[in-house]
């Protein structure tokens, strides 16, 4: 297949390079002009991807969006008079709200999510760490996008495990309400994720993830509090050393997810009437220390 990857950083140099070892025709769209860009991937021969090449974005069979949530809907704005309405988008990023502007956006476009659990890390612009094994998940937002069942064995060829699942939106969710959890609060306290399970921060979780319950029921999800919960506390468990996202974005001073996590999950709230006062507490938190850098 004919791929662009547009955001080539942590997760899309990752890809990038799994899919160019798969066989396909790679090539990048970042922000920097150069007209190729090196990617080594571990301990591997570096790569040599074509970048912000028109034609190759023009013919593209699928343009994989790894941006950040925050950098979607600018960029692909800016790309619209560029892809081919037949080319289809994949956007792979943490939070919910995206896909609502991009289908918007890209009308004719089969639109597809994905979310992943792989851990990359970017040792510096040209070279990317593989450092977790995960799982992806892909699946259809619009009746286009519902007919790319195929895409899930490119994506397995290149980097298993990968599944198609018809009900995305229940996996982004899932995601959302661990992401809700975990990551303003580590952020906030410039903790990693394992400091969670302290019996401090016990009463807070309960009560992110009770409102988020509420939510996701009102969105016709079937979940519950225990089942969250668990979720949560596995996560916890499993990424004790981890540092979130957030909080990452937080200590560097970089525009952070939280429009796209507890902010969607408020914006969803408000709609179906449901109060999320301790959610609301979590994002004016972040908010503000966002504000304080200007
Ligand atoms: N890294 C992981 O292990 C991991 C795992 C699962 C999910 N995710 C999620 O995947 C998403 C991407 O994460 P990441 O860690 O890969 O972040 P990242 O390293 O910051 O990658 C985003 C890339 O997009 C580029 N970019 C920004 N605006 C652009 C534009 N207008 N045109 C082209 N490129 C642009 C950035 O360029 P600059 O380099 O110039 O800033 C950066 O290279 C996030 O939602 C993250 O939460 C990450």
């Known amino acids: 297949m004919n791929i662009v990857v547009l955001g080539p950083g942590a997760i899309g140099s990752l890809w990038a390079?799994?899919?160019?070892?798969?066989?396909?025709?790679?090539?990048?769209?970042?922000?920097?002009?150069?007209?190729?860009?090196?990617?080594?991937?571990?301990?591997?021969?570096?790569?040599?991807?074509?970048?912000?090449?028109?034609?190759?974005?023009?013919?593209?069979?699928?343009?994989?969006?790894?941006l950040k949530a925050p950098q979607v809907e600018d960029a692909l704005s800016e790309l619209k008079p560029l892809i081919n309405k037949d080319t289809v988008v994949t956007l792979m990023h943490n939070g919910m709200g995206t896909a609502e502007v991009v289908s918007e956006l890209l009308i004719d476009n089969p639109l597809v999510l994905a979310t992943t659990t792989h851990g990359a890390y970017r040792k510096s612009s040209h070279h990317v760490l593989h450092t977790g094994l995960g799982k992806t998940e892909l699946g259809g937002y619009n009746s286009t996008g519902k007919r790319c069942e195929f895409l899930a064995e490119v994506f397995q060829h290149a980097l298993p495990q990968v599944v198609?699942?018809?009900?995305?939106?229940?996996?982004?969710?899932?995601?959302?309400?661990?992401?809700?959890?975990?990551?303003?609060?580590?952020?906030?306290?410039?903790?990693?994720?394992?400091?969670?399970?302290?019996?401090?921060?016990?009463?807070?979780?309960?009560?992110?993830?009770?409102?988020?319950?509420?939510?996701?029921?009102?969105?016709?999800?079937?979940?519950?509090?225990?089942?969250?919960?668990?979720?949560?506390?596995?996560?916890?468990?499993?990424?004790?050393?981890?540092?979130?996202?957030?909080?990452?974005?937080?200590?560097?001073?970089?525009?952070?997810?939280?429009?796209?996590?507890?902010?969607?999950?408020?914006?969803?709230?408000?709609?179906?009437?449901?109060?999320?006062?301790?959610?609301?507490s979590l994002y004016d938190a972040i908010k503000n220390i966002e504000q304080g850098w200007n």
Not at 270 to 275: D, L, R, V
């Open 17 to 66: 390079s799994y899919l160019h070892h798969a066989g396909h025709s790679v090539s990048l769209w970042s922000r920097h002009t150069e007209s190729t860009i090196s990617i080594q991937r571990d301990e591997h021969a570096p790569i040599q991807f074509g970048n912000r090449s028109k034609h190759a974005l023009e013919h593209a069979d699928l343009l994989l969006v790894t």
């Open 164 to 280: 198609w699942n018809p009900s995305i939106l229940d996996a982004l969710w899932n995601k959302l309400a661990i992401n809700c959890a975990i990551n303003p609060l580590t952020a906030m306290h410039r903790v990693a994720n394992g400091e969670l399970a302290q019996s401090q921060y016990q009463d807070t979780l309960q009560s992110v993830i009770n409102e988020v319950t509420l939510v996701m029921q009102a969105e016709g999800i079937d979940t519950n509090s225990e089942m969250l919960s668990q979720s949560v506390a596995q996560v916890i468990q499993a990424t004790a050393k981890n540092l979130s996202s957030m909080q990452q974005d937080i200590v560097h001073q970089r525009q952070s997810e939280i429009d796209f996590i507890t902010g969607y999950l408020i914006e969803k709230a408000q709609q179906h009437k449901i109060a999320t006062p301790v959610n609301r």
